[in-house]
């Protein structure tokens, strides 16, 4: 079998559009993420200037004590809440990266699959065994992949479970942190 202009092109093709869309898939996190730190930069200067803003109107060092504390709570509260995006961002990219290697790679697959059946339309006598064991062997890696893949989506699940978890309880403290030195 020989490789004709029209796959050669074809391959080509599918493949620098896969390199397109990992490109964009990144791009795209890359740009929410900088817009998240922007937001929140911007968000933070200006909390921190009314903080000071309210420090000098204090008029005595009990005063500054509980508008420190007061301030606390809301700080955490926007660093748990700065965290959660970022990790979002982070898994959305993962899982649009995902899709895209299992997409491109089904496509691969599908490929070589009818590359090989051409092949062995077209070998010799006693080809057969050869092509049989090429098959055999891309089944065993299509079953490996699949493997590895569900094995990661179960981690990623863990890990965003526990992320949550995580999330809820620095909440959790940061807003019984901040009650119990307001009071």
Excluded: W
Aim: proline share 2%; aromatic share 6%.
């Amino acid at each position: 079998m020989y490789v004709t202009p029209d796959k050669f092109a074809a391959s080509s093709k599918a493949g620098v559009e896969a390199a397109l869309g990992f490109a964009q898939a990144q791009f795209a996190a890359f740009e929410r993420l900088a817009q998240l730190n922007i937001d929140s930069a911007k968000e933070a200067i200006a909390d921190s200037a009314e903080h000071v803003k309210t420090l000098l109107d204090a008029k005595d060092p009990q005063d500054l004590i509980k508008l420190n504390a007061a301030y606390t709570q809301p700080v955490l509260a926007k660093a748990v809440t700065y965290g959660k995006s970022v990790y979002d961002v982070a898994t959305q990219a993962q899982a649009t990266v995902t899709g895209l290697v299992e997409s491109h790679t089904a496509e691969l697959n599908r490929n070589v699959v009818s590359m090989l059946d051409t092949i062995a339309k077209n070998s010799p006598v006693g080809g057969d065994a050869a092509m049989n064991a090429v098959k055999t062997a891309m089944s065993a890696m299509n079953t490996a992949y699949d493997s590895v893949t569900r094995v990661a989506k179960q981690a990623a699940e863990v890990v965003e479970v526990n992320f949550a978890n995580a999330t809820s309880s620095a909440a959790a403290a940061a807003k019984k942190g901040s009650s119990r030195r307001a009071g």
